[in-house]
């Protein structure tokens, strides 16, 4: 749980917020989405590592592959928050 919670950390100290609907952690202005299984299955340094990684494009982190439709209802929905 500590371990969880210094991820937590990491990423509400980078800007990324939490959206509950769809289990992801989102960063408008670094461009990046991680989902909930993906922070709770990797390291912490691994996620910091994709954190610091510069991105000219949305990159999605999830643990299994995220069809484009899936990846525009997603961003679709971000645009509201």
């Known amino acids: ?3 969880e919670k210094s991820k937590e950390t990491l990423l509400k ?3 990324y917020r939490y959206n509950f609907y769809r289990m ?3 960063n408008a ?3 990046k ?3 909930y299984e993906y922070i709770e299955d990797n390291s912490i340094e691994l ?3 994709k954190i610091s990684e510069i991105s000219n494009e949305w990159e ?3 643990n299994m592959s995220v069809s484009d439709k899936v ?3 997603i961003l679709s929905e971000l645009k509201s928050c």
Request: charged share 20%; glycine share 8%; aromatic share 24%.
């Open 1 to 3: 749980m500590g371990a």
């Open 33 to 35: 989405v991680f989902s």
């Open 47 to 49: 996620i910091q590592k």
């Open 71 to 73: 990846k525009e209802q």
């Open 13 to 15: 100290s980078n800007g």
């Open 60 to 62: 999605f982190y999830f």
């Open 29 to 31: 202005e670094q461009k």
């Open 24 to 26: 992801i952690y989102f």
